[in-house]
């Protein structure tokens, strides 16, 4: 599982990427989601409906919300009225 | 000396003095520094890393949206989703986005293309609020995220214009032509086949193939 950061002037950044399976992995990427929503980030998982294969994105609020086979949480400036 | 003379010699001098403090005058302004001019403080200008920033987010803008969306926004720029049924289902005969990289999110009705709103939205970063914004395909990617996974947040979070108070309703107009245009040969049969012929030579790994079928549609 790879964390990106959607930066400014950059385009993404890999954050943090680890293996959700692993403890210690587990431990750094829970740290590390915390740390981009404490930052006021917002967190969207991409995935493939399985019986369409239409692709989709799902909000997450909490690291336990991420599908445990997502391969990418992307990372983002929260919405403003423009 | 008469005075007649000494008045002429005052004026010729104060002239000349005049003339003098004209030119040094002028030097003292060329020689300032322009604001263009000025470096910034600490680092070195770099005009390719918009370009880099760009290219990244496009691949992963690539990676994540569906290849129909994709190849709609390589083409015209843009991406149409279609709106949410209550089920969660797309619904073919309700209403659709257009999003534009840094520009206002169109809400508009497909079965006449009527325009219903704006939907003014940026996602400005926290740490640097004033600084540059996301790439264009970042931007976009970001919104697609936003109608797809929490739509009605992103209306809520959003300012809502009438159409036309930033973007410009024939243009729009021209866009969802084009996207009509666009599907209507996207969807005939002999390029079905084309993109399906660069599949499999994509997959296999053959170059020559997707030649063959290229000239083959040509043909």
Redesign the interface.
Known sequence: MRF?R???????VVLAEGDPQLSDDELRLVEEFRRQLD??MWA?V?IEQGATG??????VKDFADVPRDAE?V?F??????? | MSTAAFSILALMAIALIAYMALGRAREMVRSRPRPQQRRPAGGTIDPG??R??????RA?LKS???REEWEMYRDLGFIRVLGQTPDGRDGPAGYGYLIYPHK?IVAYLPESNSLLSEY?????????PY?????DS?DV??K???I???EH??IQ???MHLPGRQLDPQQVRRDLWRLAEWERVRNRPSARVSRSGRDAAIKGGDIVAVNTVSETQAQ
Do not use: Y
């Open positions: 990106l959607l930066m400014p002037g950059r385009g993404e930052l006021g969207a991409p239409r692709r989709e994105a799902v909000m990418r992307i983002f400036p929260r919405a403003a009225g423009g | 890393s918009e880099r920033a760009e290219r990244r987010a992963l994540i949206v569906n206002p003014c939205v940026e996602f400005r970063d926290p740490e640097a600084g540059p914004k996301l790439p970042d990617l970001a697609w995220m936003m797809k996974a929490e947040k992103l979070d959003a300012n």
